[in-house]
């Protein structure tokens, strides 16, 4: 064994600082220097959480440079460093044991508590939460500045954004954020690709979809599809069926500002479409909240993350997450903890052992203490499409791809086709005509686990079998897509080496 030089054993225990844009920042590592994390401050009393894995796989090859993946969660105001982390793609899961099919195996990881106000991130001043994806982007793009001066690997390293849910929306606004900064020579990075999986990228197209699928798949009849698109019956139903403070609803439901034409006319997903045409985005989410209760009553509370499952909602779980605006939150990570084996909640898991090991989160910053304000400043922007980012994208020839399972409902593939036929983008025919590969995972010619197709540089992957979280679901196609997308030069998967990952001090 090699004697560590003094050094060496010294300088990871020391709180490092280091300026950048005039900007004090606080990072911290294990002792190999395998794992670092730290806060950067991305606005004045704004601060934002990172943490960045490096992968004991790293090769130099000549077939191209290692990865980096930067994971973009959704939420608004879920945790990348908690769920994608431990829940979904890190080296280890909530029970701190090696998770085999993580990434990790195949790019470094840079997990963001974006934006701030997420997870360990955290505002001084709850007005200094983002209003808009594009501010959202400005601050990412902050952070990245300042990592990239820390993290020299980081420089050389292709950067793929890869995101889950409404996380689409900010790879998209920051993807274009980053290119510009690179151009105007204020940013030293090389923005390798985008990955949208499952991504809000059209709330228009989703609310659209959900009807229709859950009447194929027998989730809900013509009578409950009808029911569930009038508005004035939607309204009886969730009173007269479901335990609700009614003045709750009334408020939710007048905040929505409707005429009584509208209500008695036409439908939910129509109403919600032309608030959205009319630029008033708040009335259509507090519409969409209302679509989400009724096709949740009505087809007797399918799961939005998987339409096979059910979401174990009831009456009373109704008024306490479909309407509030914490909601998606909820529901979210209650859907990933059903996945998840560890015992005791995931929240004392993040505030205890692993708030412990971070040692810089400061006392009075508990983690997911600020998501709700989160969720509540993008209000305004949660139902603005970012269809035109796309396309802006592919026109400057950034690869991008969308992957998407099969059983989500919130972000159904039926949705994500329909608003992939609205790009402008020149090659969009030659890619709609073009016939798919079928995919298998360690796994004959009779098990197909998906589909792919790509053309110039737009890649489309359909993952059989997963619903919203395609790497918790179907983890071994999802890694050897991760792979392709970031033309990893580690071909194999479930490495030995990776499967004894130690959580490390
Ligand atoms: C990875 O883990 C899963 C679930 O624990 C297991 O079913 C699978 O066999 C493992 N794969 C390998 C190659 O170890
Ligand atoms: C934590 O306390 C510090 C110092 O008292 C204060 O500046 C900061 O705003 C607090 N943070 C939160 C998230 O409450
Ligand atoms: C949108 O909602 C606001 C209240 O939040 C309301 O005043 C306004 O009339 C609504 N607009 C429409 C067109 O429904
Ligand atoms: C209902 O909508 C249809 C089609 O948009 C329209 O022709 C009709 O006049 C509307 N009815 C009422 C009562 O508003
Ligand atoms: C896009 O991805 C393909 C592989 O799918 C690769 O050959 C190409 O170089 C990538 N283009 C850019 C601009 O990164």
Redesign the pocket.
């Known amino acids: 064994m090699k004697k560590s030089s003094p050094l060496s054993l010294l300088l990871p225990l020391f709180l490092l600082h280091w300026l950048s844009q005039g900007k004090l920042a606080l990072g911290l590592g294990t002792t190999d220097g395998s794992e670092e994390w730290g806060y950067v401050e991305v606005r004045p009393k704004a601060h934002m959480f990172w943490w960045l894995y490096h992968s004991p796989q790293r090769v130099h090859s000549p077939s191209g440079p290692w990865p980096t993946v930067l994971w973009l969660q959704g939420g608004p105001g879920a945790s990348g460093v908690g769920i994608g982390n431990f829940q979904e793609i890190g080296p280890l899961d909530s029970n701190l044991k090696p998770r085999n099919s993580t990434w990790l195996q195949k790019a470094d990881l840079l997990f963001v508590d974006n934006p701030v106000g997420t997870g360990f991130s955290f505002v001084e001043d709850e007005s200094l939460v983002v209003k808009t994806d594009e501010e959202a982007a400005n601050d990412l793009t902050a952070l990245l500045k300042a990592l990239s001066n820390k993290v020299q690997k980081l420089q050389t390293s292709p950067l793929f954004l890869v995101a889950e849910s409404y996380g689409g929306k900010y790879a998209v606004t920051l993807g274009l954020s980053l290119l510009k900064a690179i151009q105007n020579g204020e940013l030293k990075l090389r923005l390798g690709g985008i990955a949208l999986g499952d991504t809000w990228i059209s709330p228009e197209d989703f609310v659209f979809s959900w009807g229709p699928l859950l009447k194929d798949v027998s989730r809900l009849d013509d009578n409950g599809l009808k029911k569930s698109n009038r508005l004035i019956s939607s309204f009886d139903l969730i009173i007269n069926t479901i335990n609700i403070d009614y003045r709750l609803m009334d408020s939710l439901f007048f905040k929505s500002g409707l005429s009584n ?1 509208l209500r ?3 439908s939910l997903a129509e109403a919600i479409k032309q608030h959205i045409q009319n630029g008033q985005y708040k009335n259509a989410t507090n519409l969409w909240i209302l679509l989400e209760s009724v096709i949740s009553s009505y087809s007797n509370f399918v799961d939005f993350y998987n339409f096979m499952l059910d979401s174990g909602g009831d009456s009373s779980s109704m008024t306490s997450m479909g309407l509030s605006d914490g909601i998606s939150m909820k529901k979210y990570s209650s859907y990933l903890s059903s996945k998840d084996s560890s015992d005791g909640d995931f929240n004392s898991f993040m505030n205890g052992v692993i708030k412990k090991k971070l040692r810089i989160i400061p006392k009075n910053v508990s983690w997911g203490g600020q998501s709700d304000i989160v969720f509540t400043g993008l209000a305004g922007d949660f139902m603005k499409p970012r269809i035109n980012e796309v396309d802006e994208l592919l026109s400057k020839g950034v690869n991008v791809t969308v992957y998407n399972g099969q059983l989500d409902l919130i972000c159904a593939t039926k949705g994500t086709e329909a608003w992939l036929q609205k790009l402008k983008w020149d090659g969009l025919k030659k890619f709609t005509n073009l016939d798919r590969t079928p995919l298998f995972c360690n796994s004959g010619p009779k098990d197909t686990r998906g589909f792919r197709k790509s053309y110039k540089n737009l890649h489309f992957y359909w993952i059989l079998g997963a619903g919203h979280f395609v790497p918790v679901d179907q983890p071994c196609v999802s890694l050897q897509m991760i792979g392709e997308i970031t033309q990893s030069p580690i071909r194999t998967s479930y490495s030995r080496k990776l499967k004894g990952y130690k959580y490390k001090l």
């Open positions: 034409k008695s006319n036409n």
